[in-house]
């Protein structure tokens, strides 16, 4: 059992020493943080956000303080956030929220997913300062850290739980002789096993959107990539796909895996044997210093040399962290090279409307010597047909 799902305080004194740092190299006196899973990144307060801003500053001289609502205040305490806490009283309220932090000189850095609106109050609230866009905080959170990769490791576990427990709820209706789950009663009761599970052996649980479940869909929904579980009811000789995750600590995890009701059919053989082997090779590209590009190519070239290309919707995958999707992306047009420390899902997919889809995924972590997976459940095809 987890003692806490937080970071503990040293995590963010040695990440925001580490910051200051770069930010004396770039030439920035401060930066600037407002979206959520930065501010989380930075200080471990998380939160739901809404009109309200809640930002970070952190200068290279001076102490790290956080911008939020008063009514948000005894949430960050709570917390233990690491930051000076700075309170406006309500929003839109007499004086404009940015003007509540001590007004700050020189050269600012901000992250492009910052709003014009918010970019136009700040440059409001700090008439002395040059705005300057960086990605220093994207690039920073592509490689994680040791405390955050034992995060991802215990949601990885859970994540395995609930692919097993999707595959037990139709078992168990077999055995029943009774209906099979449709695809919205499986994705209730995996989410039920992830979340129960958090909440029964962890201590201080971290709650984000989403904290457990995902995408479950069967037979031809399962030909459209991002489907949404509906009450479409399983049958004998679907292929059916659990698209599942979960956060410990706001660190994620996925774990996608394929399976088939029944004995396959020669076509869905060729079908997953096709990916599996992609995503097996697109493991493999996973190498420190390879462009995220080559990886790519590597893997989804298994599936155009199996004469499957026109099937083909997506790339390889994408990188995670405290998102579910975030840089860097292995894909076509981003050279990104990996390194060690970075977490990207390695999931490969075919979809064949009218037929049905088929994805394996792996949260990976980049090693030095390779890659490897977090999630553990089976990936040959026996190990993925649930016999009637």
Known sequence: MLDTQ?????????????????LTRLGLDAILADDPSDVAYLTGFFHHPGERPVAVLLPVNGSTRLLLPELEREHAEAQHTMA???????FPGLHPPFTYLDRVAGRIGYAGSMSVDRLAEVTTAFPG???????????????????????????????????????????????????LPSEAELAGHITGVGTHTMYAEHADVVVVSPLA?????AGPNSARPHALPSGYRLRPGDVFMLSLGCAVGGRFVEGERTFILGEPT?????????????????????????????????????????????FLRHRQGH??????????????????????????????????????GYRISDSMLITEDGARPFTAYPRSLDDVVVAL
């Open 266 to 310: 020669a076509e869905q053989r060729r079908y997953y044997e096709a990916v599996r082997q992609a995503q097996q090779i697109g493991g493999e590209a996973l190498r420190p210093g390879v462009p995220c590009a080559q990886a790519n190519k590597e893997c989804l070239d298994v599936i155009r040399t199996a004469g499957l290309a026109e």
């Open 84 to 90: 000076e806490l700075v309170a406006y009283p309500e």
């Open 213 to 217: 479940g995902g995408l479950v869909y």
């Open 319 to 356: 990188g995670i962290g405290l998102g579910m999707h975030e840089p860097p992306w292995l894909s076509d047009g981003d050279d990104t090279p990996l390194a060690v420390g970075m977490i990207v899902s390695n999931e490969p997919g075919i979809y064949v409307p009218g037929h049905g």
């Open 129 to 179: 300062a040059t705005l300057v866009r960086t990605d220093l905080l994207t690039r920073t959170r592509l490689r994680k850290r040791p405390e955050e990769i034992a995060l991802h490791t215990e949601a990885a576990r859970i994540t395995d739980l609930m692919l097993a427990a999707g595959r037990t709820l139709i078992e168990d209706a077999l055995a029943a002789g009774g209906d």
């Open 6 to 22: 937080r970071l503990p305080t040293t995590f963010y004194t040695a990440l925001q020493d580490d910051l200051r740092g770069e």
